[in-house]
């Protein structure tokens, strides 16, 4: 397509959102799944050109406004309160849905060497913070639900990456070094951590001169360019970076930003995140046709890939829940957590499993994949599907599942107190 023609295919683009929105809206859908849907039935639509996704390009134009906005907006107390858990998502559950996707993979397709499964685990197992936010912004889960699953989202992205890095040197050169690799994940934390923080303070100094509304919200918005910037080109996470300007960012606006500004920021971000948002999850329903065509057509590549494609989704799925029950489990027998933070009942585990949703990060982490990588169209297509059924299943079902959590926690309570019986009360 020329310039033209990408300009109306474009507005074309925005033209849809608002409708799926619309639709979302009224059919009371998670707009994330409605847009995705909407984006296969165009990439399936004879005549709609074929669209090819530059996941370079999509991580540095989407992710670090959209990473700014949540951070921003963050409850920093909340943050704080709840890190040991945060830690154990962004950390724990990563390594191990990695290291369980890629036993799986490697068991059913014993052909292709380890790494290339643990690839697959790499991408597949963050889950997004984008596709996070807009599932949960419009549910009223309990706030030390919400605050561990934004936190997690906000800083997962780091491991997750980092796992892939090391998994595709190994697949290309046959070589892996875990010392390697342990030091690396410290430097890209750490500095990362350390230019989002220093980017942060400087953008203070520069917005306390400012008075003028207009510049100070454009200025939040160059500074988380910025800051994802500078963090990758000194070989750190631009994720963690950018969420860390955001954070403080958001810890001073009250005594830096007037209540007028912060009232026009709000709409400006929200307007901006809704655009981006459409865009990408459009675009991500789009990328499905490319991948299909190389297996041949749709159906046979549907075909050719269920198998492997449905053990990668259900391994992504239960080794979640496996972790938040093990993890759980664990916290209350050491820590005796029912006493300090509330329990995290089996109702809490299911919820907060069932709202492990993946995004726009998950996609672009496949489409990085080298073109001769081996098996790449297939954990293209398992990406892909990740996304589609974390979306479009748990998104569609999550407030569903809080529901029944809450119906299943009151009936279990003893007669006559009304009381949750795990302690969720205490947390909103």
Not at 58 to 63: G, P
Not at 383 to 411: E, K, N, P
Request: glycine share 10%; charged share 15%; aromatic share 8%.
């Amino acid at each position: 397509m020329n310039s033209e023609h990408t300009y109306e295919f474009l507005v074309l683009l925005l033209m849809t959102a608002v409708i799926l929105e619309l639709i979302a809206r009224r059919l009371r859908l998670p707009p994330a799944a409605a847009l995705i849907v909407g984006g296969v039935v165009l990439a399936l639509t004879p005549g709609v050109p074929q669209i090819e996704i530059d996941p370079s390009l999509v991580m540095l134009v989407f992710l670090p406004p959209l990473l700014m906005r949540s951070a921003y907006y963050t409850v920093w107390g909340d943050f704080k309160r709840y890190f040991t858990g945060i830690a154990s998502l962004a950390l724990g559950a990563v390594a191990f849905t990695t290291l369980a996707v890629g036993i799986i993979f490697h068991l059913l397709l014993p052909g292709l060497p380890w790494s290339v499964g643990f690839a697959l685990g790499a991408i597949v197992s963050p889950p997004d913070a984008i596709a996070a936010g807009a599932i949960l912004e419009r549910l009223h889960l309990p706030s030390r639900i919400t605050a561990l699953l934004e936190g997690e989202s906000l800083v997962n992205d780091a491991s997750g990456l980092v796992l892939l890095r090391f998994a595709v040197a190994a697949t290309l050169t046959g070589a892996f070094s875990v010392t390697e690799a342990v030091t690396s994940l410290i430097w890209v934390t750490l500095a990362g951590i350390a230019v989002g923080l220093s980017i942060g303070w400087a953008g203070l100094a520069v917005i306390r001169k400012l008075r003028d509304s207009e510049l100070i919200i454009t200025s939040t918005l160059l500074l988380a360019a910025l800051s994802y910037i500078a963090a990758e080109k000194l070989g750190g996470s631009g994720v963690l970076s950018t969420v860390s300007t955001g954070l403080l960012l958001g810890w001073h606006q009250h005594e830096m930003f007037r209540a007028e500004t912060r009232i026009r920021a709000q709409a400006f971000w929200k307007a901006l995140v809704f655009v981006m948002e459409s865009l990408l999850f459009i675009l991500i329903g789009l990328s499905l046709r490319g991948v299909l065509d190389r297996f041949g057509g749709v159906q046979q590549g549907m075909v050719s890939l269920e198998l492997p494609v449905l053990a990668v989704v259900l391994t992504v799925i239960y080794a979640r829940f496996a972790w938040l029950l093990t993890a759980g489990t664990i916290g209350r027998f050491a820590f005796r957590l029912r006493r300090l933070h509330g329990a995290a009942s089996l109702a809490t585990t299911v919820v907060m499993s069932w709202a492990g949703m993946r995004g726009v990060v998950t996609l672009t982490g496949a489409l990085s994949l080298p073109a001769n990588f081996p098996g790449r169209d297939l954990i293209l297509v398992s990406a892909f599907a990740v996304i589609i059924v974390t979306v479009l299943l748990q998104g569609s079902t999550l407030g569903a599942a809080h529901l029944a959590s809450r119906c299943g926690r009151f009936r279990r309570a003893p007669h006559g107190t009304g009381k949750r019986s795990d302690g969720l009360a205490k947390s909103g």
